[in-house]
T-cell receptor, first 113, second 117 residues
Framework: AQSVAQPEDQVNVAEGNPLTVKCTYS??????LFWYVQYPNRGLQFLLK??????LVKGSYGFEAEFNKSQTSFHLKKPSALVSDSALYFC???????????FGTGTRLQVFP | NAGVTQTPKFQVLKTGQSMTLQCAQD?????MYWYRQDPGMGLRLIYY???????DKGEVPNGYNVSRLNKREFSLRLESAAPSQTSVYFC????????????????FGDGTRLSIL
């Protein structure tokens, strides 16, 4: 079965430090990968996507993600975390059989001042 | 632009009651989606509509019906609510078409928080 995994329920980081939120996937064929962010009592907001091309994808709010085919990973990164980055982050992958998005279970990022 | 608008924002129902969740988008998007979000389970697709007049089942369609009334509106109906349907429901839309499916970002509403007693 095709799937996406976010192995960490929560990530804690100090403001100004780099952050990484992990995502691994399992799909047949070429993966279409996405990151979304959810703030409290709001819907998900698109951050970035990888369809093809450069393995390093840049997105909104200074976030970027690195596609690694050999490790089947698509980790979200930011060089310097802000307290305002504290939110719930979802990785998603397109299921090549159903053509629907499969979402991970989410990782809560907490950035401390 | 309002984006994706969902109504109501909150609702409490008794078991067996029915209700319709409304969703409208003003971005001229072709595709619309209904998801439910439950703690520890991420988002799960209930139903999907690739265009006006078409709907497809997602991962968890049982107990729900949908209507794609026109290009803007996509409603979700619970005919006989059950406590297991207590959740946060999100509507989303995207530019995706049948020939370019699921490579466009989805735009989400702010959700309907539904409690069923």
């Amino acid at each position: 079965a095709q799937s996406v995994a976010q192995p960490e329920d929560q990530v804690n980081v100090a403001e100004g430090n780099p952050l990484t939120v992990k995502c691994t996937y399992s799909v047949s064929g070429n993966p279409y990968l996405f990151w979304y962010v959810q703030y409290p009592n709001r819907g998900l907001q698109f951050l970035l996507k990888y369809i093809t091309g450069d393995n390093l994808v840049k997105g909104s709010y200074g976030f970027e993600a690195e596609f690694n085919k050999s490790q089947t990973s698509f980790h979200l990164k930011k060089p310097s975390a802000l307290v305002s980055d504290s939110a719930l982050y979802f990785c998603a992958v397109r299921d090549s059989n159903t053509d629907k998005l499969i979402f991970g279970t989410g990782t809560r990022l907490q950035v401390f001042p | 632009n309002a984006g994706v608008t969902q109504t109501p924002k909150f609702q409490v129902l008794k078991t067996g009651q029915s209700m319709t969740l409304q969703c409208a988008q003003d971005m001229n998007h072709n595709s619309m989606y209904w998801y439910r979000q439950d703690p520890g389970m991420g988002l799960r697709l209930i139903y999907y509509s690739a265009s006006e007049g078409t709907t497809d089942k997602g991962e968890v369609p049982n107990g729900y019906n949908v209507s794609r009334l026109n290009k803007r509106e996509f409603s979700l109906r619970l005919e006989s609510a059950a406590p297991s349907q207590t959740s946060v429901y999100f509507c989303a839309s995207s530019k995706d078409t049948r020939t370019a499916t699921h490579n466009q970002p989805q735009h989400f509403g702010d959700g309907t928080r539904l409690s069923i007693l």
